[in-house]
């Protein structure tokens, strides 16, 4: 291996460390954005009303939500409910979604020499893509509501944008260990369904110890605030915003350091 | 051996072995892969796992403008060579230098999605080839010839025969303008009309990379496209050089195993 470094000739020596293929596979994002693009309009091609299905989804899912458990808020509850479900799907959907990411895309792995995370980046913005339509359903509870537009849009927007971002990481991460631990998927489809239970998504803390608690240390409840808070005209807290950052920090560090370690690996897993 | 690469070569590997965990919790499976041909490796201490040793002190220079035909067994390690070579693997222990543009044809479809049209897939599959879109969008008309599609190519893939699908993949997949060329067989499949079309295309692709690796188990299509033979066996090099001979040796030892079957009923299955 040191030879090959010290190498006078070595013109071509490919880098294979993880930050760089990241990298490499960012700078591809023409591709990947039209591949992922393409992956929602295959999955609705056939279909008569396609993409109006997510957000027909989160629609149901909400007015159940909302029939239930809606009486216990009273007034706003419905636009609640709504952003807190439809900000929630994002979550879920990025965390269940991103173990078998490198598994689906296999035989392209094995066929093609591109960086690993151009694959990560295509599923991605796929799955943002077709969640995205459910945004609709947001800015109808607005319009139905009556919620304010002003100050407090930019700043859900700017907590769309530290979401998004988070995604990002997330995404990368859980796939390099989804090929590692199989398992994973499983046990995140198993964890979410009981984090959508423990999070304040449909419930609000209120005076309830328990739920202040859940609301406090479950760092879902922080990405959900900063974006639906000002959807409702509500200044998250500084708890919320700091939580937020030090994911934004933290996260991408130890998933660059990860990728590091395992991207040789990778491959040999699948 | 000296490690400095010299001008003309397109490849230069030294010392590469190349170990593949296997993702194998019971025993059992353990045998069967033992019966196959694969030598299994337990390394030592906590949280190793067992590995598979698909290449073992492979040394190799390939000088650019070389034809070199990979032939073996199944299971003797052309696919994981030519995944090294291109890349793709990353070797255990030693080191690859190579020199100019790596492309690879190692499956006859690119990443080809049925719901969508001819058009649309010959878009997909050249962004996960990686070619810039105004290349793809210059190779249509072209690839739409070779897939003799027609006003099909703006019907949805599903509707397409069989045939048409596997045209269609295979243009694409070869619309690549490679320096070294790498493949895995990839005549296979399709009717007669579409193997000797496949073969034109393939040789014209050949003809125009100026460094060519084919792993094939036939050795007449090795015979046909290369000049120089690796004759891999249980993940080492067997022979290497010119082809005849090496290619004679080969035949001469499948024949003396049909005479005389071998005890591993599932090894040397290859043609």
Redesign the interface.
Known sequence: ?N??RS????????N?SGTFDFVAGWF?W??WV??GY?DV???Y??TLIGPIWQPLQAASWILGLWVVFGGERGGNSLAYIGCGVVFWQYIAIQVTSSPNIFFAAR????????PLSFFVFRAYTASSLRWATQLVVVFGIIAFMGLPIGWNSLMALGGLVLLLYNALWVTLLLAVLGVRFPDLQFALEALMRLMFFMTPVFWSPGDDMLRNYLATYNPFAHFLEIVRGPVLGILPSLTNYGVVAAFSVIGPLVTLALYNRMR??L???L | MSTAISDNAAIRAAGICLDLPLRLTSHHLRGTIARIGGNIIRRGGKGKSTVVRALDGIDLTIPRGARIGLIGSNGAGKSPLLRLLAGIYIPTAGYIITRGKISTLFTSRIGINERLTGRENILLSGLVLGLPRAQIEALEPEIIEFAELGDFIDLPLHTYSTGMATRLGFAIATSLNPEILLIDEVFGTGDRDFQDKARARVAALMKAASTLVLASHSVGIIRRFCDQALWLDHGRIRSCGEINEVLDAYEAELASQRQAPPSRPLGRAGE
Request: glycine share 0%.
């Open positions: 291996m030879e090959s190498d006078p000739n070595n013109r071509h020596k490919p294979n591809n023409r591709s039209t591949l393409y309009v295959a999955l091609r056939r035989n392209l792995i094995l066929s093609v020499n591109r040789h690996q491959v040999f897993w």
